[in-house]
């Protein structure tokens, strides 16, 4: 502070860059008898907010749970497969059938089920990515 200046009280509202007294230009009070600043109520706002982000997030949750489901039912009907025996290659886009033999040995076959008398686990067709897709009904996939 220079020597000739003058320190203005407090209460007093002096903008020192532009030497100018500016208390009517502030966005908030600058005196006791100022209209009291009372915060808002956001509480409703935020609990909206707060259920509008669960829901989302539940519904997202849900949709991962479901595809990860989805992903470990491929892996282990994958798994059965390809841990069954069988004494061939399988040919990409043909339906093959899964058995259990007497033993409750798996085995996979081209024999349909309606020929033979083993119990179906399943029918099945290899992809070009060499997975098994799981097909859900036989009547209208077999030969």
Known sequence: ?????????????????SQKYDAALKSYGTSASSPVITPLNTAGWKNDGIQ????????KFEEVKKEYEALMEKFQYNDLVYNAKFSFEPNIGETYYLYNNKKQES????????QCNFQHLGSFRLNSDKMWEKLESTSNQEE
């Open 52 to 59: 509008r982000v669960n829901k989302q997030i539940k519904s």
């Open 107 to 114: 085995f996979l076959s081209i024999i349909a089920p309606n």
């Open 1 to 17: 502070m220079k020597k000739d200046e003058v320190k203005k009280p407090d209460l007093v509202v002096f903008n020192e860059q």
